[in-house]
């Protein structure tokens, strides 16, 4: 039942796009309308809000991955396959909100949040930052979308292969799933140059 709980929890707090509504409430626009990528996502809060919104959202937006990954442990085990939904129900949700599937985000910030909900458990938050940042300061990937696609990539395999708990692989990679998908998705559809999204 525990299980069940964090993950109804964890979707609907995915569902809940913190990037657009503070911006939307508190300065009246829409970032979904905006930019030519049309994502709900961190980086157009900043764009298109200000710092403060955007540094908002992105709290947010890391809060609601890893709020109801990190109060699970305290209820439920790590090691069950049942914790694998609770890891990718932020995810999930936030990629497909429950009432606009349509419109969902592409989840890079949430994914975050929930490796940061996974402490003590860190060896995936640390793959997730270091292929992040390698291909963004060091080795860089353009665009955006392709350097997401390979980050992801790399990162459930490096967790596949290092972190010994077949839930927290099985997390991973389908957290990796849907972040890649709404990538390989945006690519296909948009011809514009594309705005990096969080």
């Known amino acids: 039942m525990e299980f069940i709980f964090f993950t109804l929890m964890g979707f609907c707090l995915g569902s809940t796009l913190f990037a657009y509504w503070i911006p939307k409430l508190l300065k009246g626009i829409d970032i979904r309308e905006l930019p030519e990528d049309h994502n709900p996502g961190v980086a157009n809060a900043y764009l298109y809000g200000n710092f ?98 390979v980050t992801f990539t790399l990162f459930s395999c490096a967790v596949f292969l290092r972190v010994p708990f077949p839930s927290i692989k099985l997390g991973c990679f389908i957290i990796s799933a849907i972040v890649v998908s709404k990538h390989v998705v945006s690519r296909s559809t948009s011809k514009a140059p594309h705005v990096r999204p969080l």
């Open 52 to 149: 403060w919104l955007g540094t908002l959202a992105l709290f947010c937006e890391l809060g609601k991955g890893f709020f109801p990954v990190f109060l699970s442990q305290r209820f439920v085990t790590v090691t069950s396959l049942l914790f694998v939904p609770v890891m990718a129900a932020p995810v999930f949700g936030h990629a497909c909100p429950f009432f606009h599937r349509e419109k969902g985000g592409k989840a890079i910030a949430v994914s975050f949040g929930v490796m940061l909900g996974l402490y003590p458990v860190v060896q995936p938050l640390f793959y997730l930052v270091l292929f992040y940042l390698l291909f963004s300061l060091v080795l860089i990937i353009r665009p955006h979308s392709r350097r997401t696609i």
